[in-house]
């Protein structure tokens, strides 16, 4: 299950920025991209365990949903490409793509919880 606390791979890329070298820039970025890797793969299967769900529901629940489904989706594919963006380019400011897959995975816990508020929490696990 997705932590739905969890602020993302970092709180602050500060670290990323105040590199002493370019070699651990690089290496901070990728540990960073790691992170997002992580926090993808997390969703990835959170979204596997609700298109599960979604197949066997009725049209007007699965009509309640579908936008929601489809934005996550769509919200985690531009994460992934962000950050190999990310790790390719290694710019020196990173703040500005941060920002933005904070802003993402923010959206995905919103389109996750609509989602869930219509399936339902307690269809998943025993």
């Not at 002493?20 to 299967?45: H, N």
Request: aromatic letters at 6%.
């Amino acid at each position: 299950m997705v932590n739905m606390d969890y602020p993302g791979p970092c709180m602050s890329c500060d670290a990323i920025s105040g590199c002493a070298s370019e070699a651990m820039r690089k290496a901070a970025v990728q540990t960073y991209c790691k992170g997002i890797e992580r926090e993808m793969d997390a969703w990835k299967a959170a979204l596997y365990d609700v298109m599960a769900k979604f197949i066997s529901m009725d049209g007007k629940d699965q009509a309640a949903i579908k936008d929601a489904i489809m934005e996550i989706k769509s919200l985690v594919t531009t994460i992934e490409e962000k950050a190999k963006q990310l790790e390719a380019e290694c710019p020196l400011d990173v703040a500005p793509v941060e920002k933005e897959i904070g802003d993402k995975l923010n959206q995905i816990r919103v389109h996750y919880t609509k989602a869930m508020s219509v399936i339902g929490a307690g269809s998943f696990g025993g």
